[in-house]
């Protein structure tokens, strides 16, 4: 019966824009071949950050960058960006969705760090973030991260911003964890916090939804690097997103990816876009 499923797979993705002939060989019981023979790659992203992993209240679709990083995996993997299954997956639950094998890849605005790579196989960085403050657009006097001192902060349960934070600001008034970053614009918009820290690109997401009320400080005050999350014990599936990542910072791919998602907000790629090998020096 195996042998019969993997036989109409291959005849399927005959079937697709890849082709047989173009389809890469991969290793037999890896997880590549796997979700080639599924025929649908199943990834965890965010559903309320706009410009990286939003789903669209009237029409379902999930957008942004990384929505983009995954559509170009599962055409990669199954000759189509459409044969892909998004699963919301929030700050606190990335670690337990891929330990529990819920999805494949988790592409959520995923900082890699020492403490989370002792339970995640992380790829290469694909995205450069640094941690800014959304603030009250009349508030005039949070101009950097200094000015936090006695102020009620809000970020979201299971993000590096909090740690950052506790070290920068000792003497914060309050940092109020959430559940979701967009579950602090009500607060910061009604006084009840006085800004918002987390990544730039994510902080611009929320202030294009509320241009008038809010404002960006723009006065970054720390650099996080975005993996791509696989189980822990999965470094061939890590091994082959990486050369993914190179292969799109080469060809174009990911800087159109870019500017279809945050670029439309005006913002650069200068910073944060990943250096090549070549660039690297390797």
């Known amino acids: 019966?195996?042998?019969?499923?993997?036989?109409?797979?291959?005849?399927?993705?005959?079937?697709?824009?890849?082709?047989?002939?173009?389809?890469?060989?991969f290793p037999e019981d890896s997880t590549m071949a796997r979700i080639r023979e599924r025929g649908v790659l199943t990834v965890g992203i965010k559903f309320d950050q706009p410009m990286f992993g939003y789903k669209d209240p009237v029409s379902g679709r999930i957008t942004g960058f990384d929505a983009e990083m995954a559509r170009l995996v599962a055409k990669d993997l199954t000759g189509s960006e459409r044969n892909i299954r998004f699963v919301e997956t929030?700050?606190?639950?990335?670690?337990?969705?891929?330990?529990?094998?819920?999805?494949?890849?988790?592409?959520?605005?995923?900082?890699?760090?020492?403490?989370?790579?002792?339970?995640?196989?992380?790829?290469?960085?694909?995205?450069?973030?640094?941690?800014?403050?959304?603030?009250?657009?009349?508030?005039?006097?949070?101009?950097?991260v200094g000015d936090l001192e006695g102020k009620n902060v809000c970020t979201a349960i299971g993000s590096t911003s909090a740690e950052r934070l506790d070290s920068r600001i000792p003497r914060l008034r309050k940092l109020e964890i959430v559940e979701r970053y967009s579950d602090c614009v009500p607060a910061l918009i009604a006084g009840t916090v006085d800004a918002i820290s987390t990544d730039d690109t994510i902080l611009l997401g929320l202030l294009a939804q509320h241009p008038a009320a809010l404002r960006l400080v723009g006065k970054p005050f720390g650099r996080e690097p975005y993996g791509m999350g696989v189980h822990k014990e999965d470094t061939v599936f890590r091994d082959y997103l990486n050369g993914l990542i190179d292969r799109w910072l080469?060809?174009?791919?990911?800087?159109?990816?870019?500017?279809?998602?945050?670029?439309?907000?005006?913002?650069?790629?200068?910073?944060?876009?990943?250096?090549?090998?070549e660039q690297n020096g390797a």
């Open 1 to 25: 019966m195996k042998a019969l499923r993997a036989l109409l797979a291959a005849v399927l993705f005959c079937l697709l824009p890849a082709g047989c002939g173009e389809a890469q060989p």
């Open 90 to 144: 929030v700050s606190r639950e990335r670690e337990n969705f891929l330990s529990q094998r819920v999805v494949d890849v988790v592409i959520a605005t995923y900082s890699i760090t020492e403490k989370r790579a002792g339970k995640v196989a992380f790829t290469e960085p694909y995205y450069y973030a640094g941690q800014d403050l959304l603030v009250r657009a009349n508030d005039s006097t949070i101009k950097n």
């Open 250 to 277: 080469r060809d174009g791919q990911w800087d159109r990816a870019y500017m279809a998602t945050i670029g439309v907000s005006g913002a650069t790629s200068d910073s944060s876009r990943p250096p090549t090998p």
